[in-house]
């Protein structure tokens, strides 16, 4: 049956996907956004579907919250501020945006006559900190976040908390302890549990996504906080090269943004994963450097990443998905390659224009001493 169906940060990358595949799934779906200057220079985006109703608001308001939510069955909140970088310097942003923003999206759930049938969050593996290890002589172990004088000395690799010697990353799994390296990940794992606390209160069922990295067409290109495969891009396509920060190995999990939607669509017609917080990525870990060698290919570009030996304030090593839980509760499965992904990307790339921010963005956090 159809359902009415909000999508708060619905103009964005991930949420105008969803928006077209639960229109044409036969649902009603109204978007709701403050088209953010730092990602929608250019106003509503062109390519947001008419069918969709939209409405131009910020999740901090709580009487837009409440008009947006009226009539509406199902809930996905994918609203947020989302740099790692950049909230290390703009707090207030993006603990209001983020934090702030789903209390506001919870309270005008309470003031509704009628229930809201599901919430679907958008989470984040940003969470779980440094991801999982296995170390030879002392099994599984899970180690701090590296220090800043770590960073400073470029020993990259974290190593085992007990015995000192080297990891091996394994696949992350739901049960791994969180531990947030940046404000960002502290805001998203609030979003989380405030979401999952509602729920249980409320009786709301309520999924949280926890997406890993997250690639496609409709990637904000000119955002220098947005996810590296389109910052790479809009380098390459402006002629200049990648920055790579640390070594290039550190391994993350690449997931096509069309595999996310069908997550979104899983979560909302299941209610095995009711209540709990689910991972969804690839479940294959890629370097960062191989992610550059492979666009670039795929761009027929010429030009190779530069290894710039740098941190960022807020990274972590390697982290990576273990999907098992997706897999079971929700009978998801990735169906993109990472390669076949990237092809979609790069078509889509040749009908763009992007200014390419990489630096600005750079000597931002060098300001703030985040990046040495
Ligand atoms: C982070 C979050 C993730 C969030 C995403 C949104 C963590 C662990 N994860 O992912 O949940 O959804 O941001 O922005 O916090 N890099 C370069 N050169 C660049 C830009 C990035 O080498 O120009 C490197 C980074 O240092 C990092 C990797 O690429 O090692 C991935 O960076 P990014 O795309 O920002 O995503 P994460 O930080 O992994």
Same mark, same amino acid.
């Given at each position: 049956?159809?359902?009415?169906?909000?999508?708060?940060?619905?103009?964005g990358f991930?949420?105008?996907?969803?928006?077209?595949?639960?229109?044409?799934?036969?649902?009603?779906?109204?978007?709701?956004?403050?088209?953010t200057?730092q990602v929608h220079h $250019?106003?509503?985006p062109?390519?947001?579907?008419?069918? /969709?109703?939209?409405?131009?608001?910020?999740?901090?308001?709580?009487?837009?919250?409440?008009?947006?939510?009226?009539?509406?069955?199902?809930?996905?909140?994918?609203?947020?501020?989302v740099?790692?970088?950049?909230?290390?310097?703009?707090?207030?942003?993006?603990?209001?945006?983020?934090?702030?923003?789903?209390?506001?999206?919870?309270?005008?759930?309470?003031?509704?006559?009628?229930?809201?049938?599901?919430?679907?969050?958008?989470?984040?593996?940003?969470?779980?900190?440094?991801?999982?290890?296995?170390?030879?002589?002392?099994?599984?172990?899970?180690?701090?976040?590296?220090?800043?004088?770590?960073?400073?000395?470029?020993?990259?690799?974290?190593?085992?908390?007990?015995?000192?010697?080297?990891?091996?990353?394994?696949?992350?799994?739901?049960?791994?302890?969180?531990?947030?390296?940046?404000?960002?990940?502290?805001?998203?794992?609030?979003?989380?549990?405030?979401?999952?606390?509602?729920?249980?209160?409320?009786?709301?069922?309520?999924?949280?996504?926890?997406?890993?990295?997250?690639?496609?067409?409709r990637q904000a290109l000119s955002n220098p906080y947005t996810g590296?495969?389109a910052?790479?891009?809009s380098?390459?396509?402006?002629?200049?090269?990648?920055?790579?920060?640390?070594?290039?190995?550190?391994?993350?999990?690449?997931?096509?943004?069309?595999?996310?939607?069908?997550?979104?669509?899983?979560?909302?017609?299941?209610?095995?994963?009711?209540?709990?917080?689910?991972?969804?990525?690839?479940?294959?870990?890629?370097?960062? $450097?191989?992610?550059?060698?492979?666009?670039? $290919?795929?761009?027929?570009?010429?030009?190779?990443?530069?290894?710039?030996?740098?941190?960022?304030?807020?990274?972590?090593?390697?982290?990576?998905?273990?999907?098992? /839980?997706?897999?079971?509760?929700?009978?998801?499965?990735?169906?993109?390659?990472?390669?076949?992904?990237?092809?979609?990307?790069?078509?889509?790339?040749?009908?763009?224009?992007p200014?390419?921010?990489?630096?600005?963005?750079?000597?931002?956090?060098?300001?703030?001493?985040?990046?040495?």
């Amino acid at each position: 049956m159809a359902k009415n169906i909000l999508i708060t940060g619905g103009a964005g990358f991930v949420g105008s996907h969803l928006a077209d595949a639960l229109l044409a799934a036969g649902h009603n779906v109204r978007i709701f956004d403050n088209l953010t200057d730092q990602v929608h220079h $250019h106003g509503i985006p062109e390519y947001l579907p008419e069918e /969709a109703e939209f409405v131009h608001g910020d999740v901090r308001d709580s009487g837009a919250i409440r008009r947006a939510l009226n009539g509406i069955d199902v809930v996905f909140h994918m609203a947020a501020a989302v740099g790692v970088g950049q909230s290390m310097y703009e707090i207030e942003h993006y603990m209001g945006t983020n934090t702030q923003g789903t209390a506001v999206l919870l309270q005008q759930f309470l003031q509704r006559k009628s229930r809201v049938e599901k919430l679907v969050l958008a989470s984040s593996m940003s969470i779980y900190g440094e991801g999982k290890y296995l170390c030879a002589q002392c099994g599984g172990v899970a180690p701090q976040l590296r220090s800043v004088i770590q960073l400073r000395t470029k020993q990259w690799e974290p190593n085992c908390p007990v015995c000192s010697e080297a990891l091996t990353p394994v696949p992350t799994d739901e049960s791994k302890p969180l531990q947030c390296s940046s404000i960002y990940a502290l805001s998203k794992r609030d979003q989380e549990d405030m979401c999952l606390l509602f729920g249980r209160t409320y009786a709301l069922p309520v999924v949280a996504l926890r997406y890993f990295n997250i690639y496609g067409t409709r990637q904000a290109l000119s955002n220098p906080y947005t996810g590296v495969a389109a910052i790479f891009a809009s380098r390459l396509m402006n002629g200049h090269q990648p920055m790579i920060f640390e070594d290039g190995r550190q391994l993350r999990d690449f997931i096509s943004v069309r595999d996310v939607v069908r997550a979104n669509l899983l979560a909302m017609e299941s209610s095995q994963a009711d209540g709990i917080a689910v991972n969804i990525g690839s479940g294959e870990p890629i370097s960062i $450097h191989e992610v550059a060698a492979e666009l670039a $290919h795929a761009m027929d570009a010429e030009l190779p990443a530069e290894l710039t030996q740098k941190y960022r304030a807020g990274d972590v090593r390697h982290c990576f998905a273990d999907i098992t /839980a997706a897999r079971k509760l929700l009978g998801y499965t990735p169906t993109v390659r990472f390669a076949d992904g990237l092809k979609d990307l790069v078509q889509w790339l040749c009908s763009q224009q992007p200014q390419d921010r990489a630096a600005e963005a750079v000597a931002h956090l060098s300001e703030f001493g985040l990046t040495a």
